[in-house]
Protein backbone atom coordinates (compact mmCIF):
# COMPACT_ATOMS: atom_id res chain seq x y z
CA UNK A 1 0.00 0.00 0.00
CA UNK A 2 1.37 3.31 -1.04
CA UNK A 3 0.29 6.54 1.32
CA UNK A 4 0.66 10.29 0.50
CA UNK A 5 3.89 12.56 -1.03
CA UNK A 6 6.36 12.79 1.50
CA UNK A 7 9.40 15.65 1.15
CA UNK A 8 13.07 15.02 2.11
CA UNK A 9 16.02 17.24 2.12
CA UNK A 10 19.67 15.61 3.83
CA UNK A 11 22.45 17.78 5.38
CA UNK A 12 26.21 16.89 4.98
CA UNK A 13 29.54 17.05 6.16
CA UNK A 14 33.00 16.45 5.11
CA UNK A 15 35.22 13.59 6.12
CA UNK A 16 38.32 14.42 7.62
CA UNK A 17 40.39 15.43 5.45
CA UNK A 18 43.45 13.33 7.33
CA UNK A 19 41.34 10.46 7.11
CA UNK A 20 41.49 10.06 3.10
CA UNK A 21 44.38 8.18 1.93
CA UNK A 22 47.20 10.21 0.24
CA UNK A 23 46.12 9.19 -3.61
CA UNK A 24 42.63 10.58 -3.12
CA UNK A 25 43.75 13.45 -1.42
CA UNK A 26 46.12 13.60 -4.83
CA UNK A 27 43.39 13.15 -7.10
CA UNK A 28 40.95 15.55 -5.49
CA UNK A 29 43.50 18.31 -5.66
CA UNK A 30 44.40 17.70 -8.97
CA UNK A 31 41.42 18.67 -10.68
CA UNK A 32 42.17 22.97 -8.94
CA UNK A 33 43.48 24.82 -11.10
CA UNK A 34 44.49 27.36 -8.94
CA UNK A 35 46.19 27.47 -4.82
CA UNK A 36 43.07 29.11 -4.07
CA UNK A 37 41.12 26.45 -5.48
CA UNK A 38 43.45 23.64 -3.96
CA UNK A 39 43.25 25.13 -0.54
CA UNK A 40 39.47 24.81 -0.95
CA UNK A 41 38.95 21.14 -1.61
CA UNK A 42 39.16 20.28 2.39
CA UNK A 43 36.31 22.48 2.98
CA UNK A 44 34.27 21.10 0.02
CA UNK A 45 34.38 17.39 0.89
CA UNK A 46 30.53 17.02 2.30
CA UNK A 47 29.00 17.71 -1.41
CA UNK A 48 31.13 14.77 -2.60
CA UNK A 49 29.28 11.20 -1.18
CA UNK A 50 32.77 9.75 -1.37
CA UNK A 51 34.08 12.20 0.49
CA UNK A 52 31.76 13.20 3.23
CA UNK A 53 28.74 11.71 5.18
CA UNK A 54 25.44 12.51 5.70
CA UNK A 55 24.36 14.06 9.43
CA UNK A 56 20.60 14.91 9.32
CA UNK A 57 17.00 14.02 6.81
CA UNK A 58 14.40 16.05 7.27
CA UNK A 59 11.06 14.54 6.42
CA UNK A 60 7.85 16.02 5.74
CA UNK A 61 4.39 14.49 5.01
CA UNK A 62 2.96 17.90 3.03
CA UNK A 63 -0.71 16.62 2.98
CA UNK A 64 -0.77 15.65 7.12
CA UNK A 65 1.41 18.39 7.87
CA UNK A 66 3.82 16.00 10.15
CA UNK A 67 6.85 14.57 9.99
CA UNK A 68 10.44 14.29 11.76
CA UNK A 69 14.12 14.56 11.28
CA UNK A 70 17.12 12.20 11.36
CA UNK A 71 19.88 13.09 13.29
CA UNK A 72 23.50 11.68 13.83
CA UNK A 73 24.29 11.25 17.25
CA UNK A 74 24.02 8.57 19.95
CA UNK A 75 21.63 5.71 19.46
CA UNK A 76 18.17 6.72 21.04
CA UNK A 77 15.48 5.80 18.37
CA UNK A 78 12.90 8.01 18.31
CA UNK A 79 11.47 10.68 20.58
CA UNK A 80 9.48 13.81 20.48
CA UNK A 81 10.84 16.84 19.01
CA UNK A 82 8.60 19.66 18.34
CA UNK A 83 5.45 20.51 17.23
CA UNK A 84 4.11 17.73 14.43
CA UNK A 85 7.50 16.21 14.26
CA UNK A 86 9.67 13.47 16.03
CA UNK A 87 13.19 13.03 15.93
CA UNK A 88 15.22 9.78 15.37
CA UNK A 89 18.96 9.62 16.65
CA UNK A 90 21.78 7.25 15.43
CA UNK A 91 24.69 6.47 13.81
CA UNK A 92 24.89 7.56 9.88
CA UNK A 93 24.30 3.51 9.11
CA UNK A 94 21.21 3.80 11.81
CA UNK A 95 19.74 7.00 10.36
CA UNK A 96 19.87 5.47 6.82
CA UNK A 97 18.61 2.13 7.77
CA UNK A 98 15.58 4.16 9.49
CA UNK A 99 15.32 6.87 5.59
CA UNK A 100 14.66 3.52 3.87
CA UNK A 101 12.16 1.69 5.67
CA UNK A 102 10.57 5.19 6.03
CA UNK A 103 10.02 5.81 2.44
CA UNK A 104 9.87 2.61 1.37
CA UNK A 105 5.55 3.42 1.11
CA UNK A 106 5.43 6.82 0.03
CA UNK A 107 3.64 7.71 -3.00
CA UNK A 108 5.59 10.65 -4.41
CA UNK A 109 8.58 11.28 -2.89
CA UNK A 110 9.26 15.01 -3.00
CA UNK A 111 12.61 17.07 -2.70
CA UNK A 112 14.25 20.47 -4.07
CA UNK A 113 17.41 19.38 -5.84
CA UNK A 114 17.46 15.65 -5.35
CA UNK A 115 17.63 14.48 -8.38
CA UNK A 116 20.95 15.82 -8.61
CA UNK A 117 21.94 15.94 -5.16
CA UNK A 118 20.04 14.03 -2.06
CA UNK A 119 19.09 10.90 -4.19
CA UNK A 120 22.32 10.34 -5.69
CA UNK A 121 24.61 10.96 -1.99
CA UNK A 122 21.91 8.83 -0.47
CA UNK A 123 22.30 6.01 -2.53
CA UNK A 124 25.76 6.06 -2.78
CA UNK A 125 26.54 6.45 1.16
CA UNK A 126 23.86 3.58 1.75
CA UNK A 127 26.02 1.34 -0.77
CA UNK A 128 29.69 2.49 0.89
CA UNK A 129 27.91 1.53 4.46
CA UNK A 130 25.44 -1.59 3.57
CA UNK A 131 22.50 -0.65 3.01
CA UNK A 132 19.99 -1.95 0.67
CA UNK A 133 17.74 0.79 -0.67
CA UNK A 134 14.14 0.28 -0.94
CA UNK A 135 13.30 2.25 -3.31
CA UNK A 136 14.82 4.14 -6.87
CA UNK A 137 15.27 8.05 -5.57
CA UNK A 138 16.42 8.70 -9.04
CA UNK A 139 13.74 7.43 -11.17
CA UNK A 140 12.30 8.05 -14.67
CA UNK A 141 12.93 11.79 -15.43
CA UNK A 142 10.26 13.25 -16.92
CA UNK A 143 7.49 11.88 -14.27
CA UNK A 144 6.69 13.70 -10.93
CA UNK A 145 4.64 10.34 -9.97
CA UNK A 146 7.00 8.27 -7.56
CA UNK A 147 9.42 11.41 -7.34
CA UNK A 148 8.88 15.08 -7.61
CA UNK A 149 12.08 17.37 -7.85
CA UNK A 150 10.55 20.78 -7.89
CA UNK A 151 14.06 22.11 -9.21
CA UNK A 152 12.93 20.19 -12.65
CA UNK A 153 9.03 21.48 -11.77
CA UNK A 154 10.57 25.29 -11.89
CA UNK A 155 12.84 24.76 -14.61
CA UNK A 156 10.53 23.06 -17.01
CA UNK A 157 13.09 19.92 -16.83
CA UNK A 158 16.46 22.49 -16.82
CA UNK A 159 15.13 24.46 -19.78
CA UNK A 160 15.63 27.59 -17.55
CA UNK A 161 18.57 28.34 -15.11
CA UNK A 162 17.64 27.04 -11.48
CA UNK A 163 17.33 29.55 -8.64
CA UNK A 164 17.40 28.88 -4.99
CA UNK A 165 14.50 26.99 -2.81
CA UNK A 166 15.30 29.97 -0.54
CA UNK A 167 14.31 32.34 -3.51
CA UNK A 168 11.10 30.51 -4.01
CA UNK A 169 9.68 30.53 -0.86
CA UNK A 170 10.13 33.91 -0.79
CA UNK A 171 8.38 34.45 -3.88
CA UNK A 172 5.42 32.14 -2.96
CA UNK A 173 4.83 33.75 0.41
CA UNK A 174 6.74 30.13 2.45
CA UNK A 175 8.68 30.91 5.39
CA UNK A 176 12.02 30.43 4.28
CA UNK A 177 14.27 27.62 6.42
CA UNK A 178 17.53 30.00 5.49
CA UNK A 179 17.05 33.08 7.56
CA UNK A 180 18.25 31.89 11.03
CA UNK A 181 21.47 29.60 9.05
CA UNK A 182 22.32 28.08 5.75
CA UNK A 183 23.59 25.03 4.20
CA UNK A 184 26.91 26.83 4.39
CA UNK A 185 26.69 26.84 8.16
CA UNK A 186 26.12 23.10 8.94
CA UNK A 187 29.80 22.32 9.62
CA UNK A 188 31.04 24.76 11.68
CA UNK A 189 27.49 24.03 14.08
CA UNK A 190 28.60 20.30 13.41
CA UNK A 191 31.96 21.18 14.66
CA UNK A 192 30.30 22.78 18.03
CA UNK A 193 27.83 19.96 18.34
CA UNK A 194 24.98 22.33 18.06
CA UNK A 195 23.45 18.90 16.18
CA UNK A 196 20.03 20.20 17.54
CA UNK A 197 20.04 23.55 15.61
CA UNK A 198 21.08 21.41 12.27
CA UNK A 199 18.26 18.91 12.87
CA UNK A 200 15.68 22.09 13.35
CA UNK A 201 17.12 23.87 10.06
CA UNK A 202 17.16 20.64 7.95
CA UNK A 203 13.47 19.85 9.11
CA UNK A 204 12.64 23.41 8.28
CA UNK A 205 13.98 22.53 4.90
CA UNK A 206 12.19 19.32 4.33
CA UNK A 207 8.74 21.31 5.40
CA UNK A 208 9.46 24.32 3.23
CA UNK A 209 9.79 22.14 0.56
CA UNK A 210 6.68 20.60 1.28
CA UNK A 211 4.91 23.58 1.18
CA UNK A 212 6.09 24.57 -2.14
CA UNK A 213 5.02 21.32 -3.34
CA UNK A 214 1.20 21.84 -2.58
CA UNK A 215 1.66 25.41 -4.36
CA UNK A 216 3.22 24.07 -7.19
CA UNK A 217 0.68 20.95 -7.74
CA UNK A 218 -1.79 22.77 -10.56
CA UNK A 219 2.01 23.18 -12.66
CA UNK A 220 3.52 19.99 -11.37
CA UNK A 221 -0.29 18.08 -12.57
CA UNK A 222 0.07 20.20 -16.18
CA UNK A 223 3.47 18.93 -16.71
CA UNK A 224 2.89 15.59 -15.69
CA UNK A 225 -1.37 15.15 -15.86
CA UNK A 226 -0.97 11.86 -13.43
CA UNK A 227 0.89 13.20 -10.68
CA UNK A 228 0.46 15.51 -7.52
CA UNK A 229 -3.05 13.74 -6.87
CA UNK A 230 -4.20 14.21 -3.29
CA UNK A 231 -3.64 10.64 -1.49
CA UNK A 232 -6.74 8.89 -0.47
CA UNK A 233 -7.76 10.08 2.65
CA UNK A 234 -9.06 7.01 4.06
CA UNK A 235 -5.57 5.25 3.69
CA UNK A 236 -3.64 7.85 5.58
CA UNK A 237 -0.45 6.96 6.31
CA UNK A 238 2.36 6.05 9.32
CA UNK A 239 2.86 8.07 11.88
CA UNK A 240 6.68 9.35 11.98
CA UNK A 241 8.99 6.86 13.68
CA UNK A 242 6.94 3.93 13.01
CA UNK A 243 8.06 0.96 10.64
CA UNK A 244 6.21 1.36 7.12
CA UNK A 245 4.40 -1.78 6.93
CA UNK A 246 4.18 -2.84 10.05
Not at 89 to 98: A, K, N, T
Not at 236 to 241: D, E, R, T, Y
Request: charged share 25%.
Amino acid sequence: MAYGPLAYDIETVGLDWDSLAPQVQAMLLAKARTDEERSQVPERLGLHPGTGRIIAIGLWRPEENRGGVLIEGPSAGWRSFEEGAMIFSGSEREILQEFWRFVSNASTLVTYNGRSFDGPYIHIRSAILGVAPSRNLVPYRYSFKEHCDLAEVLTFYRARPMDSLAFWCHQFGIASPKEEMDGGDVAEMYALGETEAIARYCLRDAKATAELYMRLKPLIHALDPGAAKDSDPATGGPAVGAVPGR
